[in-house]
């Protein structure tokens, strides 16, 4: 798998949300076949501007770390794929050339 290129595409104030965050750092993902965008809210009355982004880096952390977690039983074994490619029942699509 291909490495993502990760970075800070923004840092804005917001409306406060229900849980009182009123600073968005939204993180760029770009990797080779995927590209997406994940914002982190924060609180600004709890963290220095300074540590902002350590902060919103450590919480994308925990983000992903979650969702590995619940993602986990997913994972397919290359004889799980194999086997699920052998039953496929769609029908080839002739290649033109």
Do not use: Y
């Not at 080779?32 to 009355?45: A, D, E, Q």
């Amino acid at each position: 798998m291909d490495e993502f290129k990760i970075t800070i595409a923004r840092i804005e104030m917001i409306s406060p949300n229900e849980r009182s965050e009123d600073i968005r750092l939204t993180f760029q993902f770009e990797g080779r076949h995927t590209s997406f965008v994940l914002p982190i809210f924060l609180n600004s009355h709890e963290f220095d501007d300074t540590e902002i982004v350590k902060v919103a880096r450590s919480k994308l952390h925990d983000v992903f770390q979650q969702l590995c977690g619940q993602s986990e039983n997913w994972q397919l074994s290359e004889d799980e794929r194999c086997e699920l490619a052998r039953i496929n029942v769609r029908p080839a699509i002739p290649r033109q050339i």
